[in-house]
């Protein structure tokens, strides 16, 4: 069963559809990493938030993925579009757990 994390991504003001761009670009990355099954990209646009609900084959595998992006330098990337930072990104994921079938 997938462990299933989900990260929000606030945005500054205007940078919305920047931010889209971002992920649509990022996100084929993350989809071929191994380990990832799926990933669901939701816009809140009140509040011009992106929330990502990832679905990883084990908890260990997102662990890999996230230090290859730190260690890549998603953070400067990210920085002009987002509230927070990198480490306000990395406080606002959750790992969720286990997908249970009941």
């Given at each position: 069963?997938?462990f299933?994390?989900?990260a929000k991504f606030?945005c500054?003001?205007?940078?919305?559809?920047?931010?889209?761009?971002?992920?649509r670009?990022a996100l084929?990355?993350t989809?071929?990493?191994?380990g990832?099954e799926r990933?669901d990209v939701?816009l809140?646009?009140a509040s011009?938030?992106?929330?990502?609900v990832e679905?990883w084959?084990q908890e260990?595998?997102?662990?890999?993925y996230?230090?290859?992006?730190?260690?890549?330098g998603?953070?400067?990337?990210?920085a002009p579009?987002?509230e927070?930072?990198?480490d306000?990104?990395?406080?606002?994921?959750d790992?969720?757990?286990?997908?249970?079938?009941?």
């Amino acid at each position: 069963m997938s462990f299933v994390v989900v990260a929000k991504f606030p945005c500054k003001p205007g940078q919305v559809d920047a931010m889209g761009d971002l992920l649509r670009a990022a996100l084929s990355d993350t989809r071929a990493f191994s380990g990832c099954e799926r990933i669901d990209v939701v816009l809140n646009e009140a509040s011009g938030t992106y929330l990502l609900v990832e679905y990883w084959d084990q908890e260990s595998s997102y662990d890999t993925y996230l230090q290859w992006r730190t260690d890549t330098g998603i953070a400067e990337v990210l920085a002009p579009h987002i509230e927070g930072g990198w480490d306000g990104i990395l406080a606002s994921v959750d790992r969720l757990g286990i997908m249970k079938d009941i």
